[in-house]
């Protein structure tokens, strides 16, 4: 089921999910997980709002997920200026809330997503602090999508209920888009490079900038080359300014 329709604002052209909490997004994801039914999650931050505008082809993949999330703290201020409040759901939090909600369910997963060494390690924390649940398929973001068909035909055998696709944005969404032809039943979600912090080999800003909305400029600090994707930020906030949202 779609939940970004009805009362939930556009911002930029894409309607976003509140959410009060953390906790109640997770649980939204983990009901659709088990029903069956499947679905797709998308975080919306300020990179993906302004890439959306100029690439009518992810703008439309987007359109199609079924949960679309705040990630970004700049996505939150447009929603409130629309009038719907919600809380700030980074993907690096969401799919852990995910998992800790689902203990005693069993649940299946697969991981799929960044360098070989880092998906090990991915793969035995998650199993060590999560031991209820199952890793049923783990394929690295190389060798391991490069036949997509292959990947495909690989979950429909598995069946996971949770597949977390670690790959980075526009390329995670458009691999989902293809991978959900084959296998349908189980809840994508798009992670970026939630796989590399988990396994210890990125770090996150420190809580007062998480709260500050400031996670963006510790990145930067840290990775110059992000300057180019970062100065999206900076459209984003005059199509804010401007009302162009």
Known sequence: MDSNTGNNPSVGGLAVGGFPSLAQCARRVLADACSG??????????????????????????????????????????????????????????????????????????????????????????????????????RDGYEGVRDVAALGRALADARPHLIFAALGSPRQELLIEELRRAYAAGFYLGLGGAFDVYAGIKKRAPRWMQRCGLEWLYRLLREPARARRESKRLEFLAMLLTGRL
């Not at 039914?37 to 919306?44: E, S, T, V, Y």
């Not at 300020?46 to 705040?70: F, G, H, I, M, S």
């Not at 201020?77 to 203990?103: C, F, H, N, P, Y």
């Open 37 to 138: 039914l499947g679905g797709f999650g998308i975080a919306i931050n300020a990179e993906k709002v302004v890439t959306c505008q100029r690439d009518q082809a992810l703008q439309a993949v987007v359109k199609r997920a079924t949960l679309r999330y705040p990630d970004g703290a700049g996505v939150v201020v447009a929603m409130r200026l629309k009038g719907a409040r919600s809380t700030r759901v980074a993907g690096a939090d969401l799919w852990l809330e995910i998992l800790r909600q689902s203990r005693g369910r069993r649940i299946g997963v697969a991981l799929i997503g960044a360098a070989p060494q880092v998906l090990l390690r991915t793969r035995q924390q998650l199993q060590a602090e999560f031991p209820d649940v199952r890793v049923l398929l783990a």
